[in-house]
Antibody
Framework: EVQLVESGGGLVQPGGSLRLSCAAS????????MSWVRQAPGKGLEWVSV?????????DYADSVKGRFTISRDNSKSTLYLQMNSLRAEDTAVYYC???????????????WGKGTTVTVSS | QSVLTQPPSVSGAPGQRVTISCTGS?????????VHWYQQPPGTAPKLLIY???NRPSGVPDRFSGSKSGTSASLAITGLQADDEADYYC???????????FGGGTKLTVL
């Protein structure tokens, strides 16, 4: 069964840091691009970041997190990470890990989602 | 304010047909990028419903269908059922933002 399990969320003060993890199973993790998507309380979905698969290593970020968040992966552990620095109150959200599918980068879609991990930024 | 515009809510009686629109621009849907749809029942993670404008993953009933024309796309749900109550999101790619974008979401209520 294809599965994604996020962890690492919690309460952090403004300006602090947190690292999220996403453990993947049931598919060849290294072959696929992976992403983080977040959802603020009562709000819609917001794409956060992408990391390409197949050894490409390409990354991209939403403008709202560029320069503060870093996406990475450890293919030997089938795990995706999101290092979040300089956290702000507006980063408070449920963070979902998602597997990408599709033939063309711009037409990628998210075919498998984790259950999410909650990040709260507050003093 | 989302790059892709969806109605905040739609409703219908059991058995009826509803549609949810997703309006974009020349830098996303109008540029020819595919539109995908996700279903998110209350308190759960999103689930892929339609990919590549009009394709259903295995396990998704054929009551759900997607279409795209110009700078807009639509999700149609026929034979409404109680467990169709959920938030629905469209998603595409935006060349101006160089990233993936979602619609603001539409809450479907089955009366």
């Amino acid at each position: 069964e294809v599965q994604l399990v996020e962890s690492g969320g919690g309460l952090v003060q403004p300006g602090g840091s947190l690292r999220l993890s996403c453990a993947a199973s049931g598919f060849t993790f290294s072959n696929y691009a992976m992403s983080w998507v977040r959802q603020a309380p009562g709000k819609g979905l917001e794409w956060v970041s992408v990391l390409s698969g197949g050894g490409g290593g390409g990354t991209d970020y939403a403008d709202s997190v560029k320069g503060r968040f870093t996406i990475s992966r450890d293919n030997s552990k089938s795990t995706l990470y999101l290092q979040m620095n300089s956290l702000r109150a507006e980063d408070t959200a449920v963070y979902y890990c998602a597997k990408y599918a599709g033939m063309k980068w711009q037409n990628y879609y998210m075919d498998v989602w984790g259950k999410g991990t909650t990040v709260t930024v507050s003093s | 304010q989302s790059v892709l515009t969806q109605p905040p809510s739609v409703s219908g009686a059991p058995g009826q047909r509803v549609t949810i629109s997703c309006t974009g621009s020349s830098s996303n849907i109008g540029a020819g990028y595919d539109v995908h749809w996700y279903q998110q029942p209350p308190g759960t993670a999103p689930k892929l419903l339609i990919y590549g404008n009009n394709n259903r993953p295995s396990g998704v009933p054929d009551r759900f269908s997607g279409s795209k024309s110009g700078t807009s796309a639509s999700l149609a749900i026929t034979g409404l059922q109680a467990d169709d109550e959920a938030d629905y999101y469209c998603q595409s790619y935006d060349s101006s933002l160089s990233g993936w974008v979602f619609g603001g979401g539409t809450k479907l209520t089955v009366l």
